[in-house]
């Protein structure tokens, strides 16, 4: 249930003391964060000491108000890029698809960079197609140039000739949004890539940050259960990956890195309560289509996991690696390579312009694309 903050005049107490608290720590922390013993990490720089700080504060504002996102199903700034995708058909909705009879396919938007691909012919057999999938725990973010503008344009950088592909999936945060809504999202995409433009699947390459990581994974597993429908991509990039859900906010609150990484309980607890199926529909936060870490082994094509050593997160991505190997075992071991940023916080490949980690995640994306280039030699 909502709280007081989310509703007026809770809203406006909560901005007032929310500001108030703004303006009299944040000068000191500007002081203090001069002497590197002082900022949340001794290795980073006073930029991302600050930057940090605003997100993390910035979130906790959002998350305790419930702050809605934008959303809309018209071009905006994007214009010739943004795209309408309709539902292919009843085939592609199945089993888990259907847990919620409240929750149906609809059509979602999506955007092209840095062109859009709106016929076959316009592919060119080879280039890449990053179906990329953003993060925001469920509930927040969005594939619009605000969101996933820096994170495209490292990978557009990177990888001569190529696309990205973001859809905008149902929010949490909305009515009708909770899950399978988002992984249904995912399907009606992956369908309009493969199935309405014909883009060959050894072109595209499944990617997701954060949440948007948890639901590439899940698309992964229904591709894998439903090939007869859907033809497997050629590998998957997964960007500080949200790999389980079963954990209590309260336990990952206590860990040394909370007080380093600017995910807060907030924000979770915000995620949980909107995002995971109602109990009718019998699908428990341990099922594998919302908690990776808690179904089988999904290295059915090359994998590249990537997070920095300061996530809160760390225990869950470990833990995740360890589970994807134990099933590549007698295949070729550079299937599975992981990208650790030393001392980063969460999610530098979106955030890097707000966090200051601009370099590493600029790196982290060359790896990245080495790696798919080893996959195809």
Same mark, same amino acid.
């Given at each position: 249930?909502? &709280?007081?903050?989310?509703?007026?005049?809770?809203?406006?107490?909560?901005?007032?003391?929310?500001?108030?608290?703004?303006?009299?720590?944040?000068?000191?922390?500007?002081?203090?964060?001069?002497?590197?013993?002082?900022?949340?990490?001794?290795?980073?720089?006073?930029?991302?000491?600050? @930057?940090?700080?605003?997100?993390?504060?910035?979130?906790?504002?959002?998350?305790?108000?419930?702050?809605?996102?934008?959303?809309?199903?018209?071009?905006?700034?994007?214009?010739?890029?943004?795209?309408?995708?309709?539902? $292919?058909?009843?085939?592609?909705?199945?089993?888990?698809?259907?847990?919620?009879?409240?929750?149906?396919?609809?059509?979602?938007?999506?955007?092209?960079?840095?062109?859009?691909?709106?016929?076959?012919?316009?592919?060119?057999?080879?280039?890449?197609?990053?179906?990329?999938?953003? @993060?925001?725990?469920?509930?927040?973010?969005?594939?619009?140039?605000?969101?996933?503008?820096?994170?495209?344009?490292?990978?557009?950088?990177?990888?001569?000739?190529?696309?990205?592909?973001?859809?905008?999936?149902?929010?949490?945060?909305?009515?009708?949004?909770?899950?399978?809504?988002?992984?249904?999202?995912?399907?009606?995409?992956?369908?309009?890539?493969?199935?309405?433009?014909?883009?060959?699947?050894?072109?595209?390459?499944?990617? &997701?940050?954060?949440?948007?990581?948890?639901?590439?994974?899940?698309? $992964?597993?229904?591709?894998?259960?439903?090939?007869?429908?859907?033809?497997?991509?050629?590998?998957?990039?997964?960007?500080?990956?949200?790999?389980?859900?079963?954990?209590?906010?309260?336990?990952?609150?206590?860990?040394?890195?909370?007080?380093?990484?600017?995910?807060?309980?907030?924000?979770?607890?915000?995620?949980?309560?909107?995002?995971?199926?109602?109990?009718?529909?019998?699908?428990?936060?341990?099922?594998?289509?919302?908690?990776?870490?808690?179904?089988?082994?999904?290295?059915?094509?090359?994998?590249?996991?990537?997070?920095?050593? &300061?996530?809160?997160?760390?225990?869950?991505?470990?833990?995740?690696?360890? $589970?994807?190997?134990?099933?590549?075992? &007698?295949?070729?071991?550079?299937?599975?390579?992981?990208?650790?940023?030393?001392?980063?916080?969460?999610?530098?490949?979106?955030?890097?312009?707000?966090?200051?980690?601009?370099?590493?995640?600029?790196?982290?994306?060359?790896?990245?694309?080495?790696?798919?280039?080893?996959?195809?030699?």
């Amino acid at each position: 249930m909502s &709280g007081f903050y989310t509703h007026q005049p809770g809203k406006t107490i909560y901005t007032i003391l929310f500001l108030l608290r703004i303006l009299f720590r944040l000068p000191w922390l500007l002081f203090l964060f001069i002497f590197p013993s002082q900022r949340p990490d001794r290795h980073w720089s006073y930029r991302q000491a600050l @930057g940090r700080t605003v997100v993390h504060y910035v979130s906790q504002y959002v998350a305790t108000i419930e702050l809605k996102p934008p959303f809309s199903l018209k071009p905006g700034k994007e214009k010739g890029r943004f795209v309408l995708v309709a539902p $292919l058909g009843d085939r592609f909705y199945r089993d888990i698809l259907n847990c919620d009879p409240e929750i149906k396919p609809t059509t979602i938007g999506a955007v092209w960079y840095p062109a859009s691909l709106t016929q076959a012919s316009q592919h060119h057999p080879g280039r890449r197609i990053f179906f990329h999938l953003h @993060g925001g725990a469920f509930i927040l973010g969005g594939g619009r140039n605000a969101d996933v503008g820096f994170a495209t344009s490292l990978l557009v950088q990177n990888s001569p000739g190529c696309k990205v592909f973001c859809p905008e999936y149902r929010l949490a945060s909305f009515p009708g949004g909770r899950f399978p809504a988002a992984l249904q999202d995912a399907v009606t995409a992956y369908a309009y890539l493969v199935g309405e433009l014909g883009i060959p699947p050894s072109d595209i390459v499944l990617s &997701g940050d954060s949440a948007g990581a948890n639901l590439a994974l899940a698309l $992964l597993r229904y591709i894998n259960e439903h090939q007869d429908i859907l033809p497997a991509p050629a590998a998957i990039l997964l960007w500080s990956p949200w790999t389980d859900m079963t954990g209590e906010v309260k336990d990952a609150a206590k860990r040394p890195a909370a007080k380093v990484d600017h995910v807060g309980p907030e924000l979770i607890t915000w995620a949980y309560r909107e995002f995971l199926p109602g109990a009718d529909t019998k699908v428990s936060r341990d099922n594998p289509y919302i908690s990776a870490n808690k179904g089988t082994p999904l290295a059915s094509i090359p994998m590249w996991v990537q997070w920095g050593s &300061g996530e809160v997160l760390v225990e869950e991505d470990e833990e995740f690696v360890r $589970l994807q190997a134990s099933g590549n075992e &007698g295949q070729d071991e550079r299937r599975l390579r992981t990208y650790v940023v030393p001392y980063a916080p969460h999610d530098i490949f979106t955030l890097a312009p707000v966090l200051g980690w601009e370099k590493e995640a600029d790196l982290a994306v060359k790896d990245a694309i080495r790696f798919l280039d080893d996959m195809k030699s």
